[in-house]
């Protein structure tokens, strides 16, 4: 009994802490940045390439690498600041003196602004996935805490009520289930934060492993 109280205490204390919280607030940012990033590198890459043959596309594309090396470092500070978590530099320091032909040549070289790229691709289907956890999840939680505000309402839907046919769903016509309805949105709560710190811990190590100088050791991410 004495080592289920911690237990207790550590799955309920989640609802309070304020890392829950900030990695929520990533996570649900995950989604629209993911898009951007899509659209953005889609688009311009794919425009840089099919004009480089008369050179006009040389530039967009110069202007694209520096602009993704720009959103991976915005990635960087947001999972560092956010996520708390510790990644390392993201960028070897330039020579002093080089010439910008050299400081290109290192910005290419460097296997970050490569490994960059692939995290800014990747995370539009990543965001995507998150979003969808994270909607269904917190959307559920919501409509059981909300069941004792809304079973008068419901009590209009006759025979139930379903997300479609042959789909019925526990029907809610008095108070004693609609408080019923309300604990278990209580306890569903901590459970979705959980999750969500899980999902926030993949996203922390995924981007230190892509966006962290060095090889990309899946193991020294974790």
């Keep these: 009994m004495n080592n289920l109280n911690p237990t207790v205490g550590r799955f309920f204390r989640v609802m309070v802490s304020g890392q829950t919280y900030l990695n929520l607030i990533y996570l649900g940012a995950a989604f629209p940045l993911g898009v951007f990033y899509f659209v953005f590198l889609v688009s311009g890459l794919s425009t840089g390439i099919s004009l480089a043959i008369i050179w006009v596309g040389i530039p967009i594309l110069l202007l694209i690498g520096v602009a993704w090396w720009v959103l991976a470092s915005f990635e960087r500070f947001m999972a560092i600041n956010l996520l708390k978590e510790d990644i390392p530099a993201i960028a070897r320091p330039s020579h002093e003196g080089a010439d910008l ?37 917190v959307s559920l939680t919501l409509a059981f805490l909300s069941m004792p505000f809304t079973y008068e309402y ?56 892509m966006l962290g100088a060095g090889s990309m050791n899946i193991l020294a991410a974790i």
């Design 101 to 137: 032909w050299s400081r290109f040549k290192e910005y290419f070289a460097n296997p970050v602004t490569w490994k960059s790229l692939l995290y800014l691709f990747l995370k539009f289907p990543l965001g995507i996935t998150t979003f969808i956890i994270l909607v269904t999840l």
């Design 154 to 209: 419901l009590q209009f839907f006759q025979g139930g009520i379903s997300f479609g046919p042959g789909l019925p769903i526990w029907q809610i016509d008095s108070l004693n289930d609609a408080l019923l309805g309300a604990l278990i949105g209580v306890m569903l709560w901590p459970v979705t934060l959980h999750v969500t710190n899980g999902l926030a811990f993949v996203h922390a190590k995924f981007a230190r492993l």
